[in-house]
């Protein structure tokens, strides 16, 4: 079965970086997109990033364009997602989920998602 | 401020049928692109409901139907059950953002 485990998240400075790491297991990685999505405390759903099957074509949300970069190992069947600069408008669950096409597509959606790992920017 | 537009909350008591709509522009429902409907239970991630307005994922019951005319898109939920309070969202994709929008969600409360 499709499993996407996250791992990463925790407390940190605002200014400091931190990680968010997305392991899949249950499919064909390398052959689906992907996305980061996340939702501050009690508030909606927010698009973050998104990267193709092979990594070539990536998009981000203005409010973390330049400061975060989406990468993916297709070799190790893991998403990552490094935050810079972090703010503390960025604290937030963040998830990733599986795009079932392998580009970005007026179709695209997550049909399968992690369970969320919580990010705190604090002082 | 969501760029797909939803009711924040709906109620309807076991049984009952309740309608929850979804609105955009131009450049996202406007403009063709597919939308898809999540549910999320407290505490635990979004799970896709609908897609491509209408079609359900395994294992999701029949009572819940997206449906889209010339002016709208919306989810309903027919006979209503307890499990389903959670709350909804629905999801396109903008040209203009390259990206998923996103509906603020509509909280439904089983009453």
């Known amino acids: 079965q499709v499993q996407l485990v996250q791992s990463g998240g925790g407390v940190v400075q605002p200014g400091r970086s931190l990680r968010l790491s997305c392991a899949a297991s249950?499919?064909?990685?390398?052959?689906?997109?992907l996305h980061w999505v996340r939702q501050a405390p009690g508030k909606g759903l927010e698009w973050v990033a998104f990267?193709?099957?092979?990594?070539?074509?990536?998009y981000y949300a203005e409010s973390v364009k330049g400061r975060f970069t989406v990468s993916r190992d297709n070799s190790n069947n893991t998403l990552y997602l490094q935050m810079d600069s972090l703010r503390p408008e960025d604290r937030a669950v963040y998830y990733c989920?599986?795009?079932?096409?392998?580009?970005?597509?007026?179709?695209?959606?997550?049909?399968?998602w992690g369970q969320g790992t919580l990010v705190t920017v604090s002082s | 401020q969501s760029v797909l537009t939803q009711p924040p909350s709906v109620s309807g008591a076991p049984g009952q049928r309740v309608t929850i709509s979804c609105t955009g522009s131009?450049?996202?429902?406007?403009?063709?692109?597919?939308v898809h409907w999540y549910q999320q239970l407290p505490g635990t991630a979004p799970k896709l409901h609908i897609y491509?307005?209408?079609n359900r994922p395994s294992g999701v019951p029949d009572r819940f139907s997206g449906f889209k005319s010339d002016t709208s898109v919306s989810l309903v939920i027919s006979g209503l059950q307890a499990e389903d309070e959670a709350d909804y969202y629905c999801?396109?994709?903008?040209?203009?953002?390259?990206?998923?929008?996103f509906g603020g969600g509509t909280k439904l409360t089983v009453l």
């Open positions: 989920a599986r795009d079932p096409h392998w580009r970005m597509t007026g179709e695209t959606r997550g049909d399968f």
């Open positions: 249950g499919f064909s990685f390398s052959s689906y997109a």
């Open positions: 990267i193709s099957y092979d990594g070539t074509n990536k």
């Open positions: 131009s450049s996202n429902i406007g403009a063709g692109y597919d």
């Open positions: 491509g307005y209408r």
């Open positions: 999801q396109s994709y903008d040209s203009s953002l390259s990206g998923w929008v």
